[in-house]
C-alpha cells in the first residue's frame, strides 16, 4: 500500500477562513516532506517542504506542520482565498538513499464564498 | 525564468502503438523524474535520471516502458504496445543539483483506446 495517505478526501471550508489539511505517513526513513497544490489540468505546484529535524516551517499563508513522533503532516493555509481551490497533496521522499518522491491520494480544498 | 515544458500536452492512440513522451526540464537542472499519475490518484514515480544516466527506474511498471536522456537535459519517455491501462497523465519533474525541491511541468494526458 501507499506509505502517505490523507484524512480526508475532501475539505469544504469558508473563504477567509483558514485551512488545515491532513497527512500520515508511514516511511520512518523519509527525512523530507512537501506540500504540492494541483489545480485541474495542471502539474503539481510546489507550495512548502520541511525537512525531518524541523517541527514547523512558514511560508506565505502557508504552515507545514510535522509530527515525527506519530508520524504526521498538516498544512495550514491562512485565510483561504477562492484560488487556494485546489486538490493538495502532500509527499515524501522515498528514503533509504533511494531519490522520487511518494505521494498520497490528495485532498480536494473546496473554498465556499 | 522557463518552467518544466512536456509534449504533448495531450496524446491518443490506439492499443498495441507506440507512443513517445517528451520531456524540457528547467535549464541546468541535472536531475529529470517522470511520474504518472491516475485519475483521482497522486503522482506515482516511474524513473529517475541524474545527468544522462538512468540512476532508478524501479517505478517502471514492465520492459514496455523505458526513457531516454542522451545528452542530460531533455527526455523522451517511450512506451511500446501501449495498452488501455496505460492511459493516465504522465508528469515530469526537475531538480537542481543541491536542491531537494523537485518542480512539475504540465504532464501529457495519453489515452489508449
Known amino acids: 500500500g501507499e506509505s502517505v495517505g490523507l484524512h480526508l478526501p475532501t475539505l469544504s471550508v469558508q473563504e477567509g477562513d483558514n485551512s488545515i489539511i491532513n497527512c500520515a505517513y508511514s516511511?520512518?526513513?523519509?527525512?523530507?516532506f512537501i506540500w504540492y497544490k494541483q489545480e485541474s489540468g495542471k502539474g503539481p505546484q510546489f507550495i512548502i517542504d520541511?525537512?525531518?529535524?524541523?517541527d514547523k516551517r512558514q511560508g506565505q499563508r502557508v504552515t507545514v506542520l510535522l509530527n515525527k513522533t506519530v508520524k504526521h503532516l498538516s498544512l495550514q493555509i491562512a485565510a483561504t482565498q477562492p484560488g487556494d481551490s485546489a486538490v493538495y497533496f502532500c509527499?515524501?521522499?522515498?528514503?533509504?538513499?533511494?531519490?522520487?518522491?511518494?505521494f498520497g491520494k490528495g485532498t480536494h480544498l473546496i473554498i465556499q464564498p | 525564468g522557463a518552467g518544466v515544458s512536456q509534449t504533448p500536452s495531450n496524446k491518443v492512440t490506439e492499443k498495441g502503438k507506440y507512443v513517445e513522451l517528451r520531456c524540457d526540464p528547467i535549464s541546468g537542472h541535472t536531475a529529470l523524474y517522470w511520474y504518472r499519475q491516475s485519475l483521482g490518484q497522486g503522482p506515482e514515480f516511474l524513473i529517475y535520471f541524474q545527468g544522462t544516466g538512468a540512476a532508478d527506474d524501479s517505478g517502471l511498471p514492465n520492459d514496455r516502458f523505458f526513457a531516454v536522456r542522451p545528452e542530460g537535459s531533455v527526455s523522451t519517455l517511450k512506451i511500446q504496445r501501449t495498452e488501455r491501462g496505460d492511459s493516465a497523465v504522465y508528469l515530469c519533474?526537475?531538480?537542481?543539483?543541491?536542491?531537494?525541491?523537485?518542480?512539475f511541468g504540465p504532464g501529457t494526458r495519453l489515452t489508449v483506446l
Open positions: 519533474a526537475s531538480r537542481a543539483g543541491r536542491a531537494d525541491t523537485q518542480y
Open positions: 509527499a515524501e521522499n522515498r528514503g533509504g538513499g533511494a531519490d522520487g518522491l511518494t
Open positions: 516511511n520512518s526513513a523519509s527525512d523530507y
Open positions: 520541511i525537512r525531518s529535524n524541523m
